[in-house]
């Protein structure tokens, strides 16, 4: 089977959102809408249910992510809990002076809540965090709102 199946449209239409899966569902966590040009994102969570084929967000029974922010990168499902990181904002609460994010939220969708863990040591957005044997692994990424980059390396060690 070489082929794409269209599937039903997300309630809200985004990009530079961070997405994981679960095995079964797939997460879309905050994000922009409109162009790509930085804003301050959404604080939206949206679930795509592969056997229901039907979504859920947090315009209803999910908790928001904590803060509303875009250009996360990917999230990471770990011991039953998605990492949320980084990210960008124009004018968003506790970004740093460059308009990026350090913060690392985590959610738990067995009892819908969030906890803030450890920030990162340098604020970016634009990552794609990978985890192996229970480490999480942040390369890289834009240390300022837009276009930017660093050649930091940083590792969220959770053994």
């Given at each position: 089977?070489?082929?794409?199946?269209?599937?039903?449209?997300?309630?809200?239409?985004?990009?530079?959102?961070?997405?994981?899966?679960?095995?079964?569902?797939?997460?879309?966590?905050?994000?922009?809408?409109?162009?790509?040009?930085?804003s301050n994102g959404y604080d939206t969570v949206q679930v795509y249910d592969s056997?229901?084929?039907?979504?859920?967000?947090?315009?209803?029974s999910i908790a928001p992510l904590p803060q509303a922010r875009g250009g996360m990168?990917?999230?990471?499902?770990?011991?039953?809990?998605?990492?949320?990181?980084?990210?960008?904002?124009?004018?968003?609460?506790?970004?740093?002076?460059?308009?990026?994010?350090?913060?690392?939220?985590?959610?738990?969708?067995?009892?819908?809540?969030?906890?803030?863990?450890?920030?990162?040591?340098?604020?970016?957005?634009?990552?794609?965090?990978?985890?192996?044997?229970?480490?999480?692994?942040?390369?890289?990424?834009?240390?300022?709102?837009?276009?930017?980059?660093?050649?930091?390396?940083?590792?969220?060690?959770?053994?």
């Amino acid at each position: 089977m070489d082929r794409w199946t269209l599937l039903a449209s997300m309630p809200r239409p985004v990009n530079h959102a961070a997405g994981a899966t679960d095995g079964r569902r797939f997460w879309i966590f905050g994000g922009r809408g409109g162009d790509n040009v930085v804003s301050n994102g959404y604080d939206t969570v949206q679930v795509y249910d592969s056997v229901t084929a039907t979504w859920a967000t947090s315009f209803g029974s999910i908790a928001p992510l904590p803060q509303a922010r875009g250009g996360m990168g990917r999230a990471i499902y770990l011991n039953d809990e998605f990492y949320v990181m980084g990210g960008e904002t124009a004018t968003g609460a506790g970004a740093t002076a460059a308009n990026v994010y350090a913060r690392v939220d985590v959610y738990n969708p067995a009892t819908n809540t969030w906890r803030r863990t450890r920030d990162m040591g340098v604020a970016r957005h634009g990552i794609y965090p990978v985890e192996d044997e229970g480490r999480i692994y942040v390369a890289c990424g834009g240390d300022k709102v837009a276009a930017s980059k660093t050649p930091v390396m940083e590792i969220l060690d959770l053994v």
